[in-house]
């Protein structure tokens, strides 16, 4: 394909994260392993799962656990996908055609605006406003979103400045969707890793008929390996992406649905959040410390969620060129921000073990010092 845009962030990722001392590059927490979250009987039904192909739109369990977590959804409003990643996919597939235009919040996870790019559509940026808390621009909102608009694609917490929308941005977002009948695609990977103190992150769902939510188990429930995700929407457009789905990948593993109804189990689902939680904080409570020492380095506009921390650097130089330099100097992977649309920034994850975090940022501080 002439002009691909590739997805430079995963790219980044993929190229280098087995071959480095620390990953901080990622952005959930530690992973679970099978062995540890699961009881006798749990790890029986996993045994027992058929190894069939399994009902294409997911197990109608899993659409029944997942639809309960919203108000007034039922299964019929689910699919179920391989991670919110495919999700996001068979949106664009779904409602997309060359020409289109589709508003981006930047800085944010590219896989809309490169996937949207990819299939020929014009894609504007909705810009957060970094001298502002990372908040949402809500005059750019009103100007970018325009007749032409097809879709408005939201994270919300935000990767990667950990940014949690107010029920008043959030209105304002929907009020230009209606304005101009554009669909709103709101990726919701991130609800359930909100700080200590930080209410729960409402959902968009219900406050808008062109709205779909998508999200999965690998942020909040530390389950990325499970590679299981969902779209939550009326359920005509879930029929439409259903249809994308068939040819896209038929359906999710068997194994990992079964993996996907357990955690939905309301004592599992609160016992694998809760340590998610625990070990962000952990990280946070490091990574605090650790900037306390950085004055003049790095800084930080302080997140609402996620444990992923945005971190400026005060120097000229180009994220790319200063994540290499760490990655090459010190074998610690960070995210360049340029991979997520904001020079002059890093994103760094600390949802690991507190020790590997203290190690990694220490290195980290100890390169940049260095760089002029
Ligand atoms: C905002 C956002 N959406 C989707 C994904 C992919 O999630 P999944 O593992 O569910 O495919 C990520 C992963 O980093 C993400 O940050």
């Known amino acids: 394909m002439t002009n691909f845009v590739p997805f430079a962030l995963e790219h980044y990722q993929s190229l280098h994260e087995r071959n480095v001392a620390y990953n901080l590059a990622d952005s959930s927490v530690k992973c679970v392993t099978t062995r540890e979250w699961l009881n006798e009987d749990e790890i029986e039904s996993l045994l027992d799962t058929g190894l069939f192909y399994p009902e294409v739109n997911g197990t109608t369990a899993l659409r029944g656990g997942i639809a309960d977590l919203y108000t007034g959804a039922t299964a019929a409003n689910v699919l179920v996908t391989v991670g919110a990643s495919q999700a996001n996919s068979m949106v664009c597939q779904t409602l997309l055609v060359p020409g289109d235009e589709v508003v981006v919040m930047t800085p944010g996870y590219r896989q809309i605006w490169g996937t949207a790019q990819n299939m020929g559509c014009v894609v ?11 908040r949402i621009d809500l005059d750019a909102l009103d100007r970018v979103v325009n007749p032409r608009t097809k879709l408005v694609a939201i994270v919300n917490p935000n990767n990667p400045t950990g940014t949690v929308m ?21 990726d919701e990977v991130y609800h359930g890793t909100e700080h200590p103190g930080v209410a729960d992150t409402p959902t968009f769902w219900g406050m808008y008929d062109r709205v779909i939510c998508t999200n999965s188990f690998s942020k909040a429930y530390g389950l990325s390996g499970l590679r299981v995700g969902w779209a939550l929407t009326t ?28 955690a939905l189990k309301p004592a599992k689902r609160l016992q694998l959040l809760q340590r998610q939680r625990q070990i962000t904080q952990a990280g946070l409570a490091v ?3 650790w900037l306390a020492t950085q004055v003049g380095v790095f800084s930080l ?72």
């Open 124 to 134: 504007r940026d909705l810009p957060l406003r970094a001298d502002a808390g990372w």
């Open 166 to 186: 107010t029920r008043d941005e959030m209105l304002r977002v929907v009020a230009a969707c209606a304005r101009v009948g554009a669909w709103l695609h709101v």
């Open 235 to 262: 359920p005509d457009m879930a029929e439409e992406l259903w249809r994308r789905h068939e040819y896209a990948v038929i359906a999710a593993a068997a194994p990992s649905m079964t993996l996907a109804e357990i």
């Open 287 to 289: 990574l605090h410390e």
């Open 301 to 372: 506009q302080p997140a609402q969620a996620t444990s992923i921390a945005f971190v400026r650097y005060h120097r000229e130089m180009l994220s790319y060129d200063v994540a290499e330099a760490i990655r090459q100097q010190a074998s610690v992977l960070v995210a360049p921000g340029s991979t997520l649309g904001a020079e002059g920034h890093l994103r760094i994850t600390v949802g690991y073990e507190a020790d590997k975090v203290r190690t990694a940022l220490t290195k980290i501080g100890q390169v940049v010092a260095g760089l002029r």
